[in-house]
């Protein structure tokens, strides 16, 4: 079945430092792939939709200057924290479909664990 | 705009009880319908699906049936095991989207 890899799994960085997230889809193409974020104990936040070839799509009250998706091919989307501090330590998830049309479904990476000191 | 509510956890069986966990929906047309898993320190894994009203969406016992009339989805299992513990997500994706939204998740407990 399809395998979406996000790497690394888990983080720890030092206040100010910046952080990047790889998502990969392995055995297809996905022309758009989804960043969420969790916190504890509470479903999955819609950050951004990143689309390759063009400028990501953010969710309301997600800074994009603060996370910045890179859609540089058709299997790989990446996230960066920038300039990290305590309160971006959290949970985030990648997920990408499979195809478009009523029948996709998503598959979600492993995700990564974001600790700043 | 589109929503999912899930009840509150968690629930807490014995191992072979039965499972129910309510999943009800608002969302305008017709939508697709997923119940996603979460084992610690994991992503979510697909459990399963259904796309139309009537479906019945099934793996590893569970199972959950897409009802219009009541815009519900319950996720359903007859006998739970210990390896059941997770957290399960109901999610919807509305009609020519490809965006899924969650409900807050319910974390099942299950002991020997």
């Known amino acids: 079945g399809a395998v979406v890899s996000q790497h690394p799994s888990r983080v720890i960085c030092k206040s100010g430092t910046s952080v990047k997230i790889e998502c990969r889809s392995l055995d297809f193409q996905a022309t758009t792939m989804f960043w969420y974020r969790q916190f504890p104990k509470q479903s999955l936040m819609l950050m951004a939709t990143s689309n390759e070839g063009s400028k990501a799509t953010y969710e309301q009250g997600v800074e994009k200057d603060k996370f910045l998706i890179n859609h540089a091919s058709l299997t790989l989307s990446t996230l960066t924290v920038t300039s990290a501090h305590p309160e971006d330590s959290s949970f985030y998830i990648c997920?990408?479909?499979?195809?478009?049309?009523?029948?996709?479904?998503?598959?979600f990476g492993a995700g990564t664990r974001l600790s700043v000191l | 705009g589109d929503s999912v509510t899930q009840m509150e956890g968690p629930v807490t069986l014995s191992e072979e009880a039965f499972l129910t966990i309510n999943c009800t929906y608002t969302?305008?047309?017709?939508?697709?319908l997923f119940w996603y898993v979460q084992y610690p320190g994991e992503g979510l894994q697909l459990l399963l699906k259904?796309?139309?009203?009537?479906d019945k969406g099934s793996n590893k016992g569970f199972e959950a049936t897409y009802r219009k009339e009541t815009t519900s989805f319950h996720l359903e299992k007859g006998s739970v095991q210990v390896s059941d513990s997770a957290v399960y997500f109901c999610?919807?994706?509305?009609?020519?989207?490809?965006?899924?939204?969650f409900g807050t998740g319910t974390r099942l407990l299950v002991s020997p």
């Open positions: 997920s990408a479909p499979t195809s478009g049309g009523a029948k996709n479904i998503q598959y």
């Open positions: 259904a796309t139309k009203a009537d």
């Open positions: 999610a919807l994706r509305g009609t020519g989207f490809q965006k899924l939204v």
């Open positions: 969302a305008t047309g017709y939508p697709s």
